[in-house]
């Protein structure tokens, strides 16, 4: 158990002020990295996929760009892989420059 305190404030030291919820407020959080680190790097991967997908549609659409339309096309399908996620999003930019 001691292990697991220092680690929660080494943790909370080196991210202290980087994010708006700290290791202090949350330290679930702290343990789940710890017990599945890759969990952190496959939550990454997947809202840098969203943000870049985000921008395609923005940029490729313009005015006729709808933040709801997109949040409602990256729910459609429930979990799917992130090459599945983008081939559904390219898709909907393709049906809407088409309408």
């Excluded at 929660?8 to 017990?35: F, S």
């Excluded at 599945?36 to 939550?43: E, I, K, L």
Aim: some cysteine; aromatic content about 8%.
């Amino acid at each position: 158990m001691a292990a697991l305190t220092r680690y929660r404030d080494y943790l909370a030291g080196e991210y202290e002020g980087r994010k708006q919820i700290g290791v202090r407020e949350n330290p679930d959080g702290a343990t789940c990295y710890a017990a599945a680190p890759g969990q952190a790097t496959s939550y990454l991967l997947g809202s840098l996929e969203i943000q870049r997908l985000r921008m395609l549609a923005d940029r490729e659409l313009g005015d006729e760009f709808d933040i709801r339309v997109f949040h409602d096309r990256i729910l459609e399908n429930g979990a799917v892989t992130l090459p599945m996620l983008a081939m559904s999003i390219e898709a909907w930019i393709e049906e809407t420059l088409a309408e």
